[in-house]
């Protein structure tokens, strides 16, 4: 009997991670890493439309976590075009608006949650995008495990979760272990970009401008910027006008 005729071993559908314990490299560099609580996995159902999209359309822009490292011409179909990786794409309100202004950008968008990733792909597919991918999985592990070292013209973390109580902070995803894997990741001259609104994260960030030798912080704004820095989406702070809680911070950062 082959696996498939095995009704122990249940077949994966499309997108879905694996079940159990989620891949977690254990690294040796004594720096922190954001560990991520089950909590992390958040569910979320699709509509009857957004599934069949998702079926039909994820084999071919999609991918889930694992060990095998990304072949970026294969998968864009064109060769010697800058990579950037967005971890935390959420529903990818930025990553649908700034990728056609970036055409020539191969764009590989990071999120563990699926109603966002199906979102992003509703968008991919009807605004015909050509220059965006979409990887489903932890961005740490998919920056370890997929993305060789120094590949990468950029990487972005719009509006990572604040995680705002002080037991919590351990799983923000700027810490120490985790910009030093991302200038790893990084070409000289790459550029990491972050924003945030929540005014703890804010500082948390300010903490850590400098913690990382080979990623010299530029601040914001950094107008020779190699990179598209605009996000090009009002978020519903912006619209309203800024109060001093929702102050939008930026960061960027170029490898050296
Ligand atoms: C507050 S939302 C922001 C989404 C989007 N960037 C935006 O600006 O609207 C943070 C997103 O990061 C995702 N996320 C959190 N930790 C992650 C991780 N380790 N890897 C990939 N995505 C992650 C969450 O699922 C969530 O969608």
């Not at 592990?141 to 972005?156: F, H, T, Y």
């Not at 850590?208 to 009002?234: F, K, M, N, S």
Request: charged residues 25%; glycine residues 10%.
């Amino acid at each position: 009997m082959n696996s498939s005729d095995n009704p122990k071993i249940k077949r994966l559908g499309v997108g879905e991670l694996p079940h159990g314990r989620p891949l977690q490299t254990e690294f040796d560099t004594g720096l922190d890493y954001p560990r991520l609580g089950s909590v992390t996995f958040r569910r979320g159902t699709l509509t009857d439309n957004q599934e069949a999209l998702f079926n039909a359309e994820w084999p071919r822009l999609g991918r889930v976590l694992s060990d095998d490292p990304i072949d970026v011409d294969a998968w864009f179909g064109r060769t010697g075009h800058p990579t950037i990786v967005e971890i935390g794409s959420g529903t990818g309100t930025s990553t649908a608006a700034m990728a056609p202004l970036e055409a020539d950008t191969n764009v590989i968008a990071v999120e563990l949650y699926k109603p966002g990733l199906a979102k992003l792909l509703g968008a991919v597919v009807r605004g015909g995008i050509e220059n965006i991918r979409m990887v489903r999985g932890d961005g740490v592990e998919v920056l370890a495990r997929m993305i060789p070292e120094a590949s990468l013209a950029g990487v972005r973390i719009f509006f990572p979760d604040p995680w705002p109580k002080a037991r919590h902070h351990k799983r923000r995803i700027i810490q120490s272990g985790t910009l030093n894997l991302i200038a790893s990741r990084l070409a000289p001259g790459g550029v990491l970009h972050v924003a945030t609104d929540h005014a703890g994260y804010a500082e948390w960030i300010d903490e850590r401008v400098d913690v990382e030798p080979r990623l010299a912080y530029r601040g914001w704004p950094w107008p020779e910027a190699p990179l598209l820095t605009d996000r090009q989406v009002i978020t519903k702070f912006e619209g309203k006008g800024l109060t001093k809680d929702h102050t939008i911070r930026e960061y960027l950062w170029e490898r050296i």
